[in-house]
């Protein structure tokens, strides 16, 4: 069955007629003649202005020069591409006809167009145009999906539909109405400020909406989110290559457990609303604690609580000494590499210190440290990042890997499948376990 056909037999008459083509075409053209004269930059070299303490934002690219491999790596994670203005090599949803569109109902549907001025979500209504918005901001790396802003004037907005990459194709939008295309959802400095490194808020304070500048933004989790501005950094280095002493950056590993934990918490801890907004948060700073919630009133979820959850493990309780960086290097894109993670747990539990898996006699050390995580921190379903790819099915969830790091009753995976390649126990054995 296709979900995305633009139903042509439940929407027959607007099978895009070219008096259709020719009115969206006008339509993008004039948006595009109007953003393009207020915004035109390259997002790469876009640096904001100066911080309160004096210490100029330089942008990553500086930082290559010195730290070329970090750079490199760094481009490839999830962060680096958190957010980016929007192109086709970006977006990740179809724009092919039969797989570019999103039947809400008979009576409103959204297309996606690739036009010469842009890429946009087209709706109509009663089978007739309505309006078109472009796709100006892409929000999320693509690892389980993107979501869409959009300008209108200097305020933000998220388009109606979305991509989601389990099923590679087009949903509404997480949290959005089943029935309809809503174009007014506001997006404020929160969102921006945990998947961009800074936007200027413009607006004053009694407005009811936040305004940005648009000509300053720095797009993507860049190196000074986590290192603070890199300014008096790299003027050092660069007039002294063999300076000493103070290095006038901050090195996370040089703060205390708390803090360093802090500096993640502040984007994946859930509730965000509590917190010190991720915007007006500098590496270093600390968070009220308080606040944060554990897994008791917090499920996993997508906009993830891995700080709350961690905090409740054993591991963490007990050893002195676990961070974010216990197990993650943010400089490196890691994802599914669950035996270098299996390691991590290896350096805490081992066979000699007679803490290692329980499961030991029964499966043997080789085939157990291959994978730690699937049994011990199993995928949950999101409640939030939960899509619907067609009106009339069921909601869709992304599954996201909890850090509430405990034995778990039901085993998640088919051990069959996690001695895949390498057979260490006989599977009539595995069979008798279950
Ligand atoms: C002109 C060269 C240069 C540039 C540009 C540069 N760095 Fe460095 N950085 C260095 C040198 C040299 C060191 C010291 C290395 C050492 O001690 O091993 C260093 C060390 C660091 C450290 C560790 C500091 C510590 O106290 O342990 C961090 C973090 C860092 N740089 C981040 C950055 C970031 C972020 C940028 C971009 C904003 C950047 N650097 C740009 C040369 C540079
Ligand atoms: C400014 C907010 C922010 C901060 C600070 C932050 N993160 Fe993230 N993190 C995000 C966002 C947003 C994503 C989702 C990126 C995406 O896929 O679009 C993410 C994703 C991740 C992922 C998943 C990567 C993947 O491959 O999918 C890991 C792991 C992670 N962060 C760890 C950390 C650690 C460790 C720290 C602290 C050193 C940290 N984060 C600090 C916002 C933040
Ligand atoms: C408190 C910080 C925070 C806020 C506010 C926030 N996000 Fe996120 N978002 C995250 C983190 C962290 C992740 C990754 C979580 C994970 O992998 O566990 C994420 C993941 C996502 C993803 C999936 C990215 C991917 O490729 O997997 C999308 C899309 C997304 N967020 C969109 C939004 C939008 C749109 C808003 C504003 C309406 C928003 N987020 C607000 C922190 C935040
Ligand atoms: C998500 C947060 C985050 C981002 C983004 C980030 N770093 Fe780091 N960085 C850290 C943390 C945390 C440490 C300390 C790691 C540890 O505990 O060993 C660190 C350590 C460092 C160090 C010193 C130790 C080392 O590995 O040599 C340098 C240099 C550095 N970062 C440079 C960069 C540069 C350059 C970028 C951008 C290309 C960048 N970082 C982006 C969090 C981040
Ligand atoms: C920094 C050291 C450290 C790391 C890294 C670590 N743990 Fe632990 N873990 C501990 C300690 C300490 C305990 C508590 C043991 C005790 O009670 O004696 C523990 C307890 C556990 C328990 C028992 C939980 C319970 O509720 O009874 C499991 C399961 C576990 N760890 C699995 C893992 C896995 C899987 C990893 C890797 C993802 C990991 N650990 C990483 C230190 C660590
Ligand atoms: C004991 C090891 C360990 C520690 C400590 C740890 N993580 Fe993770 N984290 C993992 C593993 C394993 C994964 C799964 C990686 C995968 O599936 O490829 C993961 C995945 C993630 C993801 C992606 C989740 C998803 O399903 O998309 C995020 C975000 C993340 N960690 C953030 C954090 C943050 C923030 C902290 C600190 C509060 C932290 N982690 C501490 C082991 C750890
Ligand atoms: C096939 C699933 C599976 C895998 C893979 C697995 N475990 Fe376990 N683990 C379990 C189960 C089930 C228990 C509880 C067994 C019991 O109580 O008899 C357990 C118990 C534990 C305990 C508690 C030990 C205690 O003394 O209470 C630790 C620690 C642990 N595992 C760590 C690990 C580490 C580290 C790895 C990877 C090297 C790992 N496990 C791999 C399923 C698994």
């Known amino acids: 069955m296709k979900f995305f056909k633009f139903s042509y037999s439940r ?12 009115v969206i075409f006008f339509i993008a053209s004039f948006i595009f003649f109007v953003s393009s004269c207020v915004f035109n930059a390259d997002y790469k070299d876009q640096i904001a202005p100066i911080e309160h303490d004096g210490n100029k934002l330089v942008g990553s690219t500086q930082c290559k020069k010195c730290h070329s491999t970090i750079y490199d790596q760094f481009v490839k994670t999830a962060h680096s591409k958190t957010s980016m203005p929007a192109n086709k090599d970006i977006v990740k949803g179809s724009f092919k006809e039969g797989e570019n569109s999103y039947v ?3 009576y409103d549907g959204v297309m996606m167009q690739d036009l010469d001025s842009g890429l946009y ?42 991509y989601f990459t389990t099923s590679n194709s087009w949903s509404n939008s997480p949290g959005y109405a089943d029935d309809f295309a809503n174009f007014g959802r506001p997006i404020g400095s929160q969102c921006m400020g945990c998947h961009s490194s800074y936007v200027d808020v413009i607006s004053d304070e009694k407005k009811p909406f936040e305004e940005f500048d648009k000509s300053n933004i720095v797009y993507g989790i ?15 280095f660069t007039s002294n290559p063999t300076a000493k002493g103070d290095k006038l950056i901050l090195n996370a590993s ?28 500098k590496p270093g700073d600390s968070l009220d ?25 054993k591991c963490f309780v007990k050893s002195t000494t676990m961070t974010c960086s216990t197990c993650h290097n943010p400089h490196e894109q890691q994802r599914g590499d669950l035996a270098m993670f299996s390691q991590k747990c290896i350096q805490c539990h081992t066979p000699e210190k007679a803490n290692f898996c329980k499961m030991t006699n029964k499966m043997g050390v080789a085939a157990l440290q291959k994978n730690c995580i699937d049994c011990h921190m199993q995928k949950k379903e999101s409640q939030m990042l939960n899509v619907k790819l067609d009106p009339t099915e069921k909601h869709s969830p992304a599954v996201i890997r909890s850090h509430l790091i405990k034995i778990n009753d039901e085993l998640p995976i ?6 895949q390649r390498e057979h260490s126990i006989p599977f009539d054995k595995i069979g008798k376990l279950y």
């Open 104 to 106: 809400f109902s008979y």
């Open 222 to 236: 860049n190196c000074e989110k986590c290192h603070g501005a890199g300014g008096k950094h790299v003027d050092l």
């Open 414 to 419: 088919k051990l069959s499948q996690l001695f």
């Open 289 to 313: 604690h308080s606040h944060i919630q554990t897994n008791q009133q917090v499920k996993v979820d997508v906009h993830g609580n891995q700080y709350g959850l961690l905090l409740e493990s």
């Open 11 to 22: 929407l027959p008459s607007i099978s895009f007629s070219s008096r259709t083509y020719i």
């Open 121 to 162: 979500q087209v709706n109509f209504l009663n089978r007739k145009f309505d309006k078109a918005y472009k796709f100006d901001i892409v929000i999320g790396s693509g690892t389980r999906g993107q979501s869409y802003l959009h300008w209108n004037g200097n305020r933000l907005f998220q388009l109606p539909i979305s």
């Open 254 to 281: 040089h703060l205390s457990q708390s803090l360093q934990l802090d500096a993640c918490a502040v984007c994946h801890s859930s509730n965000a609303a509590n917190l010190k907004p991720a915007l007006y948060f």
